[in-house]
């Protein structure tokens, strides 16, 4: 008996070439991530030498004296108040509801034993403000009845 040849079978043709595509893009978001990350820190730090230039060329800021005593206004204690002048509301609407803002304003006028000592977090203090009191009030009579209202409250 004649033995057949064994053919032997093709080699299977080879897998097809992967695609880094997504691997390389995913790389490059999170190289680009990265690098906005750290451009975005080192820019929310003070320059240490522009600091310098700033405060050579600027006045210093005004420091408040330490409070030695209760703040001015808060003398007065709970003080009704049955006549207030109008509120200073702008050609703009306020941050909040009229009728929020004008409770807000009338709590300030009638309890400043209170918002003397409430903090003011937005950075007024700059501006002299030494308690929230002065930020809706900006004179009182020598009895304690709000005369002017100070719009930095409007916001």
């Given amino acids: 008996m004649a ?13 097809p070439p992967r ?8 790389t490059i ?3 680009a991530v990265a690098i906005g990350a750290f451009a975005y820190s080192r820019g929310a730090r003070p320059d240490p030498a522009q600091d310098s230039a700033d405060t050579t060329s600027q006045p210093p800021a005004q420091t408040l004296a330490p409070l030695d005593g209760p703040p001015a206004n808060a003398k007065f204690g709970p003080h009704k108040q049955a006549i ?3 509120l ?9 509801p ?5 409770a807000a304003y ?3 006028a009638e309890h400043p034993e209170v918002l003397a000592y409430v903090p003011c977090y937005c950075g007024c203090e700059r501006s002299g403000h030494r308690g929230n009191d ?18 930095h409250g409007m916001t």
Avoid: H, I, N, Y
């Fill in 29 to 31: 978001a999170a190289a």
């Fill in 19 to 26: 695609r880094r595509t997504p691997v390389v893009l995913v």
């Fill in 106 to 108: 009338k709590f300030a």
């Fill in 98 to 102: 009229v009728e929020v803002v004008t």
């Fill in 88 to 96: 200073p509301f702008s050609g703009f609407p306020p941050a909040r």
């Fill in 134 to 151: 002065d930020c809706f009030v900006a004179a009182r009579t020598p009895s304690g009845d709000v005369r002017d209202w100070e719009p």
């Fill in 3 to 15: 033995k057949k040849p064994v053919q032997k079978a093709a080699p299977p043709p080879p897998p």
């Fill in 84 to 86: 207030l002048p109008p």
